[in-house]
């Protein structure tokens, strides 16, 4: 089975996505997503330009030296662009192979290991109030755990607060949208949100809160301890990781449960943070960290130190990510939760799929494959349209960690 043609298909239905469509000569195709929020063209050209030509005339059913020759091969590794190009022919060719195989995807990875994938939605209003409100009906529409943010008194656009929709849609403008910040207010703020919300919820649905990376450990340190009395399920992305040894302080001074990974890509960026048992949750997802093959990797690496998964699930993860994700999910041992923010009707009609949501549960669907297609006739009507994620600045003007 020989790949006969490769497609990057970029397009706007709701939001940017870069799609790859690999086809063989027998006619099975797969689908990957290769969509890097606001920096969507460098991926485009990288596999348009570079990796295409190499695929061409491969046999498809080879997914492992497939990711080798492009990880190695290439030389330049690691990193947001690259890994994600790689994902993309990784998931395409996942695909291919169920398809093949006549299986759903869970299946040729070894099988079900739960009937239904836990989610958390995203609740977030303007004060406490409106979030507890959102709490509420998100618990109203079935699910089981939460994300909870809010508007900070005194700042205007904080992190993680839609406009009055299902989701949160950050990549609003051609050019970066500036947001001020300030910590001192933030750690006011935040732990007045969770025992509102314990008063109103009481304790039988999980809470989850993003810190967007905004934090200095000790910050963070101090964030989680005073979180503790609500219980939250995670506390995520407290202090950036590049730096993975940050996160020892953060540890020593809380038992808050912490996330963090949706901007890594490689087992590398992580593998300190799970050996020592600084994180509870990895956040890496199939789009961002080389697809199923590697994510696979690093969730077998995690299950040694009892770090389960909990896949990054934004907008900007296309439902291909979505769907290979749920397969992934269903299979993993050490599953924790999944991240499951709602797309647009447009972005749902291009991109016809078998998961859905049930009482807090999303299933992947039988069909064989990971479940997902683009109607590409559908995709070709909504042109890229530029956008980037916002700005942050501290009061004083620094630049600061959006
Ligand atoms: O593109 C950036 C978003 O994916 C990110 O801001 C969302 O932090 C995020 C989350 O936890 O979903
Ligand atoms: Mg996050």
Request: charged content about 25%.
């Amino acid at each position: 089975m020989q790949i006969a043609d490769v497609r990057v298909i970029t397009s706007c239905p709701g939001r940017n996505f870069v799609t790859l469509k690999i086809v063989t000569d027998e006619g099975v195709y797969g689908i990957g997503d290769a969509t890097l929020n606001g920096r969507e063209r460098a991926v485009a050209a990288y596999l348009e330009e570079h990796v295409a030509p190499l695929l061409i005339g491969r046999d498809a059913r080879r997914i492992e030296d497939a990711w080798q020759l492009l990880y190695r091969g290439a030389y330049w590794r690691r990193g947001p662009v690259t890994m994600r190009a790689i994902a993309a022919v990784d998931v395409a060719l996942w695909d291919i192979k169920a398809k093949a195989a006549g299986m759903p995807l869970y299946d040729l990875l070894g099988g079900k290991s739960r009937e239904g994938v836990l989610v958390y939605g995203h609740a977030n209003g303007a004060d406490i109030e409106e979030t507890c409100d959102e709490v509420e009906r998100y618990i109203g529409l079935g699910y089981k755990a939460v994300r909870a943010q809010s508007g900070v008194p005194g700042l205007d656009k904080p992190y993680g607060v839609g406009r009055g929709q299902m989701f949160y849609e950050p990549a609003d403008a051609a050019l970066p949208t500036e947001t001020i910040w300030s910590t001192s207010k933030y750690l006011d703020h935040t732990p007045k949100l969770f025992e509102a919300l314990r008063d109103r919820v009481g304790f039988g649905v999980e809470l989850l809160h993003d810190a967007h990376h905004r934090l200095t450990p000790l910050e963070a340190a101090r964030l989680g301890k005073s979180l503790e009395p609500y219980r939250l399920f995670w506390l995520e992305d407290v202090t950036p990781a590049e730096n993975q040894e940050a996160f020892r302080l953060v540890r020593q001074h809380t038992v808050t449960p912490l996330a963090v990974g949706e901007i890594f890509n490689t087992l590398w960026d992580c593998k300190d943070l799970i050996q020592e048992q600084l994180i509870d949750f990895i956040r890496t997802t199939v789009v961002g960290a080389g697809g199923i093959t590697h994510l696979r990797r690093i969730a077998d690496f995690a299950a040694v130190w009892q770090v389960r998964t909990g896949c990054h699930g934004a907008t900007d993860l296309s439902p291909v990510t979505m769907g290979a994700a749920l397969h992934f999910d269903t299979w993993v041992p050490n599953f924790g939760i999944q991240e499951y923010m709602r797309h647009t009707a447009e972005t749902d009609a291009v991109f016809p799929h078998a998961y859905r949501f049930e009482a807090g549960l999303l299933f992947p669907g039988d069909t064989p494959g990971h479940g997902v297609d683009i109607d590409e006739t559908l995709a070709a009507k909504y042109p890229y349209d530029p956008k980037q994620l916002p700005i942050a600045r501290l009061e004083d003007g620094t630049m600061w960690n959006w």
